[in-house]
């Protein structure tokens, strides 16, 4: 019944932009921090960006920083994360989660609760 879901994702060239969309089904994101992570072949799940419960703190990993912006509307129960400036480095099934109250160490995967099935990025020419 606590569902996250993700779409956005598709083929797009170097260079171009995805909006990606994660929406939770069976219980609202007012209380939770919600962080993107991805994932590559033969890669560990990595975190791209984080947004905290009021949307008022934000972290981006070093390699985004610049190129995606991470948002969310609590009212649609909804977080996006726009992905200007594709690379194909960033190649990867997308991830959100969920997670509530500590911030700071939502860079750490194992820390969340709920997670969507992932959509997948491709960049390439």
């Known amino acids: 019944q606590l569902q996250l879901v993700e779409s956005g994702g598709g083929l797009v060239q170097p260079g171009g932009s995805l909006r990606l969309s994660c929406r939770a089904s069976?219980?609202?994101?007012?209380?939770?921090?919600i962080g993107w992570f991805r994932q590559a072949p033969g890669k560990e799940r990595e975190g791209v960006s984080c947004?905290?419960?009021?949307?008022?703190?934000?972290k981006y990993a070093d390699s985004v920083k610049g190129r995606f912006t991470i948002s969310r509307d609590n009212a649609k129960n909804t977080v996006y994360l726009q992905m200007n400036s594709l690379k194909p480095e960033d190649t990867a099934i997308y991830y959100c989660?969920?997670?509530?109250?500590?911030?700071?160490?939502?860079?750490?995967?194992?820390?969340?609760?709920?997670w969507g099935q992932g959509t997948q990025v491709t960049v390439s020419s």
């Open positions: 989660a969920a997670k509530r109250r500590v911030f700071s160490t939502c860079v750490l995967a194992r820390e969340y609760d709920y």
């Open positions: 069976g219980f609202t994101l007012d209380y939770y921090n």
């Open positions: 947004i905290s419960s009021s949307g008022g703190r934000l």
